[in-house]
């Protein structure tokens, strides 16, 4: 049995700003996080999570893009 896709037309309030900076970084709502719309409060704060490791100083932002960049590759991302 699948997970009846989440309508987007009216998010949950705590997810609405993320769901906005998504669209406009990517230009939209990725998979995953569609479906940790059922439940926006773990979902909000992974989101605050990652963001705080993104936005960490401990290493050169260079380095960071390395890492990520290197680390899709090995998942098989496509951004």
Known sequence: MRIPEFDLSK???VLRPL????RRRVGK???PYKAWAYRPGPAFWFAMFMNSLESSKLMP?????LVCLRSAQLIGCVF
């Open 19 to 22: 769901f906005a900076m998504m």
């Open 11 to 13: 998010p949950p309030l």
């Open 29 to 31: 709502v990725l998979t």
């Open 61 to 65: 932002e260079p380095t960071n893009r």
